[in-house]
């Protein structure tokens, strides 16, 4: 039943993901968390821990062909939204792949997070009360 329940939100979670555009900021981690991989600085974004980057940035990285020039440029944490700009649209890069891949580890985090509240549910709900809870704070106290 789990199997199930993980595969429904991938397939339905997955399909939205392809079907919706790119939010603004949802271009900044993985746009510096790949400057990151390429460059070593991991500080464009310094308002939020690296690990975001990290997992973001590594898919952006191997999704993306040319990168932005960093002679001259001088990017700074105010300048990461025209970074991420430049490196999907203005580098010659494809940037749908390097959304799609980056959405993958959303779509990953999102598949466990389901897993898990299914299988703590059970725990105290059974498993048809668990399939049922979706996750809403169902589970009794004490």
């Known amino acids: 039943m789990a199997v ?6 991938v397939l339905l979670a997955g399909s939205a993901m392809l079907r919706s ?12 968390g790949a400057r990151g991989f390429v460059t070593g600085d991991f500080t464009l974004v310094n308002d939020h821990p690296r690990l975001a980057q990290y997992l ?38 494809h940037p749908e792949r390097i959304i799609v891949a980056t959405r993958l ?6 598949a466990l997070t389901a897993l898990a509240t299914f299988l703590l549910s059970r725990r105290h709900l059974g498993s048809a009360g668990a399939l049922l809870d979706g996750g809403a704070g169902g589970v009794p106290a004490g």
């Open 4 to 9: 199930l329940l993980v595969a429904v939100f």
């Open 56 to 93: 973001f940035g590594a898919p952006a990285w191997f999704a993306a062909d040319n990168f932005p020039p960093e002679a001259g440029a001088a990017w700074n944490w105010y300048s990461r939204y025209h970074y991420a700009r430049a490196l999907l649209w203005g580098s010659g890069n």
């Open 21 to 32: 555009s790119v939010t603004f900021d949802e271009i900044v981690f993985s746009a510096v």
């Open 105 to 110: 580890v959303g779509l990953a985090f999102g």
